[in-house]
């Protein structure tokens, strides 16, 4: 169960807390996340995350921000997966002020002691940090998680995907990157050349650079594979920033009415976007990208039959 405040849930003698914007919950913050609450479990206690939203990032920068990694509705549910004897979202908007003493004061009105779980570049509060140690409050700092010699974090996560590598977004999240959006009508070209996509538009979260990828499409409560495309189409001078999916594996329901909720997963970047001189041109390409991406798909869920078997 998500909390929007702490004074939802009881006293403790001794609490281990996780405090953190957790943007993407990536692998270094379920490493964190996991090592606070089976301590707390080994030793009979209880355990706290503790975020909140938007991001400061978010907050501060407004239009300069480039996105975040996770809705908020997805980021919940990751949250609350972990089974954490509490989580606590609140507005980030109440507590931008606090100091370092004023959230180590609300964490000791639930707990008698504090045990707080961070990484090397934790900074909790406003201004400067006061230090604030003593009988009541423990850290345990963690080391950085290299990955192919990158910090594990959201910021490195971030320039990944803005840079087209997905494959490296997605080995840190420790798992594929989405985009949770809803469908909008489209201009039906790539219908009249026996192509045709489900369109969503970019949300507040990343999108990943222009181009090709192979990918799913999860819609109806159903996974589909797709080549995946995104851009401004510059072939049928397009000036917005769209999102399109065209699924390569048989799709019951037809046309898809606009407001559909969808997910696009991506999980390998094909293609550059290129600018075609003709729609005939451009449909010799778009067979192309979409053998590609049947080739990949093949080999993907043979990859998961091996594995069940």
């Given at each position: 169960?998500?909390?929007?405040?702490?004074?939802?849930?009881?006293?403790?003698?001794?609490?281990?807390?996780v405090i953190g914007?957790?943007?993407?919950?990536?692998?270094?913050?379920?490493?964190?996340?996991?090592?606070?609450?089976?301590?707390?479990?080994?030793?009979?206690?209880?355990?706290?995350?503790?975020?909140?939203?938007?991001?400061?990032?978010?907050?501060?920068?407004?239009?300069?921000?480039?996105?975040?990694?996770?809705?908020?509705?997805?980021?919940?549910?990751?949250?609350?997966?972990?089974?954490?004897?509490?989580?606590?979202?609140?507005?980030?908007?109440?507590?931008?002020?606090?100091?370092?003493?004023?959230?180590?004061?609300?964490?000791?009105?639930?707990?008698?002691?504090?045990?707080?779980?961070?990484?090397?570049?934790?900074?909790?509060?406003?201004?400067?940090?006061?230090?604030?140690?003593?009988?009541?409050?423990?850290?345990?700092?963690?080391?950085?998680?290299?990955?192919?010699?990158?910090a594990c974090r959201?910021?490195?996560?971030?320039?990944?995907?803005?840079?087209?590598?997905?494959?490296?977004?997605?080995?840190?999240?420790?798992?594929?990157?989405?985009?949770?959006?809803?469908?909008?009508?489209?201009?039906?070209?790539?219908?009249?050349i026996n192509f045709?996509?489900?369109?969503?538009?970019?949300?507040?979260?990343?999108?990943?650079?222009?181009?090709?990828?192979?990918?799913?499409?999860?819609?109806?409560?159903?996974?589909?594979?797709?080549?995946?495309?995104?851009?401004?189409?510059?072939?049928?001078?397009?000036?917005?920033?769209?999102?399109?999916?065209?699924?390569?594996?048989?799709?019951?329901?037809?046309?898809?009415?606009?407001?559909?909720?969808?997910?696009?997963?991506?999980?390998?970047?094909?293609?550059?976007?290129?600018?075609?001189?003709?729609?005939?041109?451009?449909?010799?390409?778009?067979?192309?990208?979409?053998?590609?991406?049947?080739?990949?798909?093949?080999?993907?869920?043979?990859?998961?039959?091996?594995?069940?078997?």
């Open positions: 169960m998500i909390h929007k405040h702490l004074s939802e849930f009881e006293h403790s003698p001794k609490l281990h807390v914007s957790f943007d993407g919950v990536h692998f270094a913050h379920q490493q964190l996340i996991n090592k606070a609450i089976n301590t707390a479990k080994q030793n009979n206690e209880k355990s706290l995350i503790f975020s909140f939203s938007p991001l400061p990032k978010e907050y501060f920068l407004k239009e300069q921000f480039k996105g975040t990694l996770l809705a908020i509705e997805q980021k919940r549910e990751i949250l609350e997966q972990f089974g954490a004897d509490y989580t606590v979202i609140v507005d980030f908007e109440s507590i931008k002020n606090y100091t370092e003493k004023q959230f180590i004061d609300i964490l000791l009105s639930k707990a008698d002691q504090l045990v707080i779980y961070a990484g090397k570049d934790f900074r909790i509060g406003a201004k400067d940090k006061e230090s604030y140690l003593g009988t009541q409050v423990e850290y345990v700092v963690l080391d950085d998680i290299l990955i192919e010699n990158k959201s910021s490195t996560i971030r320039e990944l995907i803005l840079k087209g590598d997905i494959l490296l977004a997605n080995t840190m999240l420790n798992r594929e990157y989405s985009i949770h959006s809803h469908t909008v009508p489209g201009n039906k070209i790539g219908r009249s045709p996509t489900i369109n969503v538009l970019p949300t507040k979260q990343i999108t990943p650079k222009s181009g090709v990828y192979f990918g799913e499409i999860k819609i109806y409560h159903h996974i589909y594979p797709a080549a995946i495309y995104v851009g401004t189409r510059p072939t049928v001078h397009g000036e917005e920033l769209r999102i399109e999916s065209h699924i390569i594996a048989d799709f019951p329901h037809g046309d898809v009415p606009p407001n559909t909720p969808a997910e696009v997963i991506f999980i390998k970047r094909t293609f550059d976007e290129k600018s075609f001189k003709s729609l005939e041109e451009l449909k010799e390409m778009l067979y192309n990208y979409k053998s590609i991406s049947s080739g990949l798909a093949t080999e993907r869920y043979q990859n998961k039959m091996d594995r069940l078997s």
